[in-house]
């Protein structure tokens, strides 16, 4: 089982950036598809990105394409996601998670972190 710890989140001003960060133990993040979702205030999780097992295909929503970049690094078992021009409309608790198939549905994912909260002031 393999356990699952993201930070990076803080409070930013619109157009800035952060990199989160998802460390993983347990079990190598090769064996999984990887992604990151997120959680606003009254609304339901939503799908940002994903990475697939072999790391060479990805997809985002259409929200952050062009803006947020997702990459692991598996020496360090711990996956990215790089947010540049943010904007309030990113404030979201943002959640990493890992899946034995390559998907955008949360329900294929079996094993969640925590979350970090992201806040973007316009």
């Known amino acids: 089982q393999v356990q699952l710890v993201e930070s990076g989140g803080g409070l930013v001003q619109a157009g800035d950036s952060l990199r989160l960060s998802c460390a993983a133990s347990?079990?190598?993040?090769?064996?999984?598809?990887m992604a990151w979702f997120r959680q606003a205030p009254g609304k339901e999780r939503e799908f940002v990105a994903t990475i697939s097992v072999t790391g060479r295909s990805t997809r985002y929503a259409d929200s952050v394409k062009g803006r947020f970049t997702i990459s692991r690094e598996i020496a360090r078992n711990t996956m990215y996601l790089q947010m540049n021009s943010l904007k309030p409309e990113d404030t979201a608790v943002y959640h990493c998670?890992?899946?034995?198939?390559?998907?955008?549905?949360?329900?294929?994912?079996?094993?969640w972190g925590q979350g970090t909260q992201v806040t973007v002031s316009s």
């Open positions: 347990g079990r190598s993040i090769s064996d999984y598809t």
């Open positions: 998670a890992v899946s034995m198939t390559y998907s955008t549905a949360a329900s294929s994912f079996g094993s």
